[in-house]
């Protein structure tokens, strides 16, 4: 024990080396914030160069962000204290972020023009706003200078308030200041317990088909009819503000949003601090937000979610990626710029506060999602984007013309590729029914973060999130061509038998409670991805392949603890049917093994199930 001990004591020694060995600057600095240098206290400002070693002071409501080079670093210290950079990085409330090249590329550029950044540090961390400085145009008076500067900033942003949404943004912070009530949470929605049922195997020799036979079921809610829905929108469009060659290159902040390389608009002039959460600081720099300034950081924002098809749960996502990377992962800075850009889109959103030091975002959602806290205001249910408190001062405050965030994925998202490793997937029965298919890893990393929920009041819409999801086009090109010359010249029992056997046969069956602690279910890209899966699973995936296949409308069959599918042919099958809209869809389970067309496992036979459409 005395020598694991010492032997940690030696690691930490040597990691305090290093890190006070390490060369940092400083770009990004508020308050009066100071550092030793030779024993004598001096204002530490932007592109001063320090080390681990180097001795700061961070006063109340200071901040100073370190670029650490060679170790693609960002050292965000704002704390109020005193000590040395590498003890303060590990004090609560500070932390390390990991850059990426391009990310360090663009910090450099950013400390290389004294044209965005300011080399002077900052007098007062709640006055920080450079557009303030840059519209007084005014002599100092000397009664209270501060409210002379804001009184002339507000005049002259009053003034520019000629656009719909921009008459829009001063009504909505005018009734920030105002809009802040208690609330507290409701209780997380549980996901209902399911019972474990096993895979059967079909015995062929022991079982005779059943002649054609319609079985009980209740219907759940109906589905709607095809139709792509429209993503929200701003309330008028936004337009791009004119930036010279050299402004476009040096604003382009990058960032990587699951594994794909994008870029926005925005420098170092752009940065905000909060400081005290008033109701007045919060409009006052949703007020600022407003402006044009970050109307192109919008625009890049909105041309994203269209070029790479992102559903609304990915837009909010990669929103969040973009205030964390330029303001620091989940602080309060990071939200509010994730929130004004999630409003601005068109998207219900809601400021809160815990009273003491850190705002949250309340987004609105149709959907119930399980195991998360939730806040009912106004009749809408909203969830936090970052773990919050039961009980939060929240801002009430509506913006025209919003709308709820949707789950459905209504197109196959365009995401780069991550390499991940192929798999041969094949049917026992049909041998030539084999794929080799390696599913994007950017994609699955983004399906795990896809929250588990229902809406319309109806539980059995879980299940249609995933089944109505389309396949990723990638994916599509890879397994479709040789799937399609295993059933071209089939009749639709031909085709749909080598399917059924292709997903029965094709992946190895386990709970999801032995894989993952709890239930959860697959988009088809996960379960040809995944070395296991269960009956929900395959069942998503074989309606999947026999839409887009064979061009045949299919069900789900939901029985308490089994989920299988059923598919409408356009002769009539033989064996177990349920009714839909006046069709009859012929059962197909992918659990049950080897089973043909029309046989149901035993346990399930005589038990009335619900029929859950899809589209």
Not at 389 to 409: D, T, W
Not at 434 to 458: C, E, G
Not at 495 to 522: H, M, P
Request: aromatic fraction near 10%; charge should be neutral; include cysteine.
């Amino acid at each position: 024990m005395i020598k694991i001990k010492y032997i940690l004591l030696c690691l930490l020694c040597l990691l305090a080396l290093r890190t006070g060995a390490q060369s940092l600057v400083a770009y990004h600095v508020v308050g009066k914030v100071t550092y030793m240098v030779n024993g004598v206290s001096k204002p530490l400002v932007m592109s001063t160069k320090v080390n681990g070693s180097t001795r700061v002071n961070i006063p109340y409501g200071g901040k100073v962000e370190f670029l650490d080079e060679k170790n693609k670093k960002r050292i965000i210290i704002k704390t109020p204290g005193q000590g040395v950079v590498s003890q303060l990085t590990t004090a609560k409330g500070n932390n390390v972020m990991d850059l990426s090249l391009r990310y360090v590329a663009y910090v450099k550029k950013q400390l290389s023009n004294t044209g965005l950044i300011s080399q002077k540090r900052y007098s007062d961390f709640a006055t920080v706003t450079r557009e303030i400085d840059s519209l007084d145009t005014e002599a100092q008076k000397p009664q209270n200078p501060f409210a002379s500067r804001f009184g002339n900033f507000k005049n002259k942003i009053d003034q520019k308030f000629q656009s719909f949404r921009q008459e829009c943004n001063k009504k909505y912070t005018d009734f920030v200041r105002q809009a802040w009530a208690k609330m507290g949470s409701e209780p997380p929605v549980v996901k209902p317990a399911e019972p474990n049922v096993k895979p059967e195997v079909y015995e062929a020799l022991n079982a005779l088909l059943d002649e054609r036979q319609e079985k009980k079921a209740t219907i759940a809610e109906p589905v709607a009819p095809p139709v792509e829905i429209k993503q929200p929108e701003p309330v008028e469009p936004v337009k791009r503000v004119p930036l010279s060659e050299d402004e476009k290159e040096i604003c382009e902040m990058p960032f990587i949003f699951f594994g794909n390389e994008m870029t926005v608009h925005l420098d170092e002039t752009k940065r905000i601090q909060i400081g005290d959460i008033t109701p007045d600081r919060i409009a006052d720099l949703l007020l600022r937000l407003s402006g044009t300034a970050y109307d192109n950081l919008l625009c890049d924002c909105l041309e994203l979610r269209k070029k790479h098809n992102l559903c609304d749960w990915a837009y909010l996502l990669m929103l969040k990626e973009i205030a964390d990377q330029f303001c620091g992962t989940d602080t309060n800075e990071a939200v509010l710029m994730m929130g004004y850009l999630y409003c601005q889109s068109g998207y219900k959103v809601r400021f809160a506060s815990d009273n003491a030091d850190h705002l949250y975002l309340l987004v609105a959602s149709d959907y119930f999602m399980y195991g998360k806290l939730s806040y009912e205001i106004d009749g809408d249910i909203y969830y936090p984007v970052q773990e919050a408190k039961p009980v939060l001062h929240i801002c009430k405050a509506k913006f025209p013309n919003e709308s709820s965030l949707s789950l459905g994925i209504t197109k196959a998202m365009q995401l780069d590729n991550t390499e991940a490793e192929s798999r041969v997937i094949k049917s026992k029965a049909y041998p030539d029914m084999k794929i080799d298919v390696a599913v994007n890893r950017s994609l699955i990393d983004f399906y795990n973060t896809y929250p588990s929920a229902y809406t319309n009041n109806d539980k059995m819409t879980y299940f249609r999130v995933y089944a109505d999801t389309p396949m990723n086009e990638d994916v599509k090109k890879q397994i479709y061509p040789a799937l399609r010359s295993c059933l071209q010249g089939l009749s639709e029992h031909q085709a749909v038998s080598r399917l059924l056997n292709f997903v029965q046969t094709g992946f190895e069956y386990e709970y999801d409670e032995t894989i993952w602690g709890c239930d959860r279910a697959f988009f088809a890209e996960e379960t040809l991805y995944y070395p296991y899966c269960d009956c929900e699973d395959r069942s998503i995936l074989l309606t999947r392949l026999v839409r887009d296949l064979l061009g045949l409308d299919c069900v789900l069959i939901y029985y308490p603890g089994h989920l299988a599918c059923a598919v409408h042919f356009t002769e009539k099958e033989k064996g177990d049917y349920y009714m839909y809209n006046q069709k009859e869809y012929t059962v197909c389970d992918p659990t049950y093994i080897n089973a043909p067309i029309g046989k149901q496992m035993p346990d399930f036979k005589d038990k009335e199930a619900t029929v859950v459409p899809i589209k």
